[in-house]
């Protein structure tokens, strides 16, 4: 007989904790940190967003320790907890010193955001994105902001001090803002079946709530002039020092960060850059959307100085896009262009010709010469894959139509249908067929609504605005790439994209454009400075 186990008390808290955690609680609690996330992009009461956005700020954490407290990155944790402890203090006093900084200038959270979007750190978890890169950096920015605001809106309401923006003054959330958040909670719903739930566990902790909790923040600056301009400039100078070294790795054929696009470099005669990104397609996408702001910015501003400053950069980043060999990224580049030039110069029409030309010139390049363009591998071996992962995908799609094989389980079902693939796939590379496979037409419905209702939202009357215009353009680029590639609510581009839209259509509301609400800035800061004295006679 094997003898009785110790009873409950005899094992320190955590262990029992994360014993509990271990069961059936965290699908409940995916939902519930899910459902919180969602409260903070909808609800219109400052004190129950802050309450939620706290209660995200704290399961997350919980959920993901609970589901990696024995993985091999943890286990110095284990072996060393003093100086894990010592450790763990050091990074919230960074934090609260950060938050301290933001409560004090709420606007540098822009600049934050965007100068940490591109930077990512290998965490081992369980899942498909166990081995991914994460977004550290820009989690603790998200954190620090997400403190600086909810802290004194709690500390305020437990003085009985007067609420931060009531339920009547805080203005009405847009449709594609409840689909963001639908989406978000339906994922979480979806999960509770999925056959990998690991993965959709990682992907709401690592990316849906830190980035709803960025959304939530960044809807509520004031995105005028000098928020813009400073926001642009840094990624501007980001995008040139992540191009160089591409430029670097091309040089030295050597690849960072990406031991698997080591590996496929080694075997093929042309080189792959990737920068500090640890996909050559990312890296693309970010040069590609770093350019449709930049071209706005040409479009508009016609200072001398200004002209030639873009131009410049917009060279470096083309190289930086050329050395990324990311088609994809090269046809969401082409999409943003081809938006500005319709939209500032009214010419639709031409656009869509030069169009439909440049898609016949590619038709017949491929007809004369095949070969070059890998058709003698056949289509799958020409889209590098990809055919097959589509034709894959619509084959899980058929076989669960209307609710899928759950939030983040593409990549498990696949390698179980096609057990040749288990070393090659780690996604759909089309955001749509992975949705219609993990969710069924439940999750297909409501992202496809969430995609229509955001360009419909973005591109409202944005002639009269060149920086909604720029975002606009600069999202229906990367929805083009999310199309040919993965990555749709998982980059958080998009949500960055999508809460300075939200912020600028708000303010569109009362008929401001930027140059107005511009003006309005200037008038207050002359209001509120001194007056001068008066010489004496």
């Known amino acids: ?174 449709p594609f803002e409840r689909l963001l958040a639908a989406s978000v909670v339906l994922y979480a719903l979806q999960a509770i079946y999925s056959t990998d739930f690991q993965t959709a566990l990682d992907n709401t902790v690592f990316f849906y709530v830190p980035f709803a909790l960025l959304f939530a923040r960044l809807r509520e600056l004031e995105w005028d002039r000098e928020l813009v301009t400073w926001s ?95 088609r994809s990224s090269l046809a969401a580049l082409l999409v943003g262009m081809g938006t500005l030039a319709a939209v500032r110069w009214r010419a639709t029409k031409p656009v869509l010709g030069v169009a439909a030309a440049v898609v016949v010139i590619g038709v017949i390049a491929v007809a004369v010469s095949p070969n070059t363009f890998g058709l003698n591998q056949g289509l799958n071996g020409a889209s590098s894959g990809r055919a097959n992962l589509v034709t894959g995908g619509v084959s899980l799609f058929g076989s669960r139509p209307v609710w899928g094989y759950g939030s983040g389980s593409f990549v498990k079902e696949y390698q179980s249908r096609y057990p040749g693939s288990v070393n090659t796939v780690s996604a759909s590379h089309t955001i749509p067929i992975t949705v219609a496979a993990e969710q069924g037409l439940i999750g297909l419905v409501v992202y496809l609504a969430l995609v229509i209702s955001a360009l419909l939202a973005l591109f409202r009357e944005v002639r009269a605005d060149p920086i909604r215009l720029a975002v606009a353009a600069a999202f229906l680029a990367l929805i083009v790439h999310t199309m040919l590639y993965a990555d749709f609510l998982e980059d958080p581009i998009t949500w960055t994209l999508l809460g300075i839209g939200s912020a600028l259509l708000t303010a569109s509301r009362t008929g401001r454009t930027a140059a107005q609400r511009e003006a309005e800035r200037a008038r207050r800061a002359a209001r509120a400075a001194p007056a001068p004295v008066a010489r004496a006679q």
């Open 232 to 326: 642009l400039a840094v990624t501007a100078v980001l995008a040139v020092a992540v191009a160089c070294i591409g430029f670097y790795e091309e040089a030295t054929k050597t690849t960072l960060f990406s031991s698997k696009l080591a590996q496929v470099n080694d075997i093929h005669s042309y080189f792959t850059a990737n920068s500090v990104f640890y996909d050559s397609n990312i890296f693309g996408r970010y040069m590609a959307i770093v350019m449709v702001l930049l071209v706005a910015l040409l479009l508009y501003d016609r200072r001398p100085r200004m002209q030639i400053a873009v131009t410049v950069t917009l060279a470096v980043v083309w190289g930086g896009l050329v050395l990324a060999l990311s």
């Open 1 to 174: 007989m094997w003898p009785p186990p110790p009873p409950l008390g005899a094992y320190p808290l955590p262990v029992i904790t994360f014993a509990v955690l271990s069961g059936p609680l965290p699908k409940l609690g995916v939902i519930a940190v899910a459902l919180l996330a969602a409260v903070v992009m909808l609800a219109r009461d400052d004190g129950t967003r802050a309450w939620a956005m706290l209660g995200a700020l704290i399961l997350s954490p919980v959920l993901l320790l609970a589901q990696i407290w024995h993985s091999p990155q943890l286990g110095v944790i284990h072996r060393h907890p003093l100086e894990a402890v010592v450790a763990a203090a050091f990074a919230l006093a960074a934090l609260a010193g950060v938050a301290v900084l933001l409560f004090r200038r709420p606007r540098l959270l822009a600049p934050l955001a965007v100068a940490v979007v591109p930077f990512r750190i290998p965490i081992q978890a369980g899942g498909a994105t166990g081995s991914s890169n994460l977004l550290v950096p820009l989690y603790f920015v998200v954190a620090a902001a997400a403190l600086a605001w909810l802290v004194p809106v709690l500390w305020e309401r437990r003085d009985g001090g007067a609420p931060g923006a009531s339920e009547a003054s805080a203005p009405e959330r847009f």
